[in-house]
């Protein structure tokens, strides 16, 4: 009997616990694909526009978080964008707004990554982006192009979760985790300049919004801003790795069970 048990747990768990590991190796893959093949940058543009999204977002939810106001987003058509916003806590305050946009989307991908472990977890977070997406679409973005993007990005996270399964929540969950734990390094030039050049023309870059709120020059802060976004890169990994070798364990003792 505890021969058969432990042969219908090993078939049974892999079939449901090891698929989230496929689908990140996958979105690593896909990646990898995207920014090495030709004309690969052409298919990745809404990725790009995505981690353009979530920078400005993470700089507006900053602001708010230390009292100050999020007051407009704007997402050009370029890839670039812009948030308005108002700090009120000093030099340091301006700092900590201005480093949450760049460290922001590797916090957001690894906990995507996290929640990509698990196909429960999967659709709970892709609602609550479609959610938050659709009071940002309202309350902050400011032209038509961003409204656009803002738009299908809410619509297509909720129609996903709201629908489809927990296999495709999960698959698509850890695509865009990858995606983001990535994007900081994908744009590792901006870490390293003091200016930065949108359509609407040339501004100061956050590392230098940085340097000139506190001390130290814009590239140190640049260097410990990729730092930070590694180690939030390496715990989403952890994380997500972690989860599913729990449920991995789970799902074979109960496999275990059930047979005897």
Request: aromatic share 10%; net charge positive; with cysteine.
């Amino acid at each position: 009997m505890s021969n058969g048990a432990g042969q219908l747990g090993e078939s049974f768990a892999p079939r449901d616990a090891n698929r989230a590991r496929w689908f990140l190796l996958g979105a690593v893959m896909v990646t990898g694909a995207l920014y090495t093949l030709p004309y690969g940058w052409y298919v990745a543009y809404p990725l790009v526009l995505l981690s353009t999204y979530v920078h400005e977002g993470a700089h507006g939810l900053a602001a708010i978080l230390i009292g100050g106001q999020f007051d407009s987003l704007v997402i050009h058509v370029d890839g670039s964008g812009l948030a308005s916003i108002s700090t009120g806590r000093g030099q340091v305050g301006v700092a900590f707004v201005a480093g949450a946009g760049l460290v922001g989307p590797a916090v957001g991908g690894a906990a995507l990554l996290t929640l990509a472990s698990r196909p429960t977890l999967a659709r709970v977070g892709l609602g609550m982006f479609a959610v938050l997406s659709a009071v940002a679409l309202v309350a902050v973005v400011r032209n038509i192009f961003g409204w656009g993007f803002v738009g299908l990005v809410a619509a297509g996270c909720g129609a996903t979760a709201w629908r489809g399964t927990g296999q495709v929540a999960q698959a698509v969950v850890a695509f865009l985790g990858v995606q983001l734990a990535l994007s900081v390094f994908s744009r590792a030039d901006y870490l390293f300049t003091d200016v930065a050049t949108i359509s609407t023309g040339r501004h100061p870059s956050d590392v230098a919004n940085m340097a000139a709120a506190l001390w130290l020059p814009y590239w140190f802060w640049g260097g410990l801003c990729g730092l930070l976004s590694v180690a939030a890169l390496a715990s989403g990994i952890w994380a997500f790795l972690s989860l599913s070798r729990t449920s991995l364990e789970r799902q074979n003792r109960r496999g275990t069970v059930e047979t005897l």
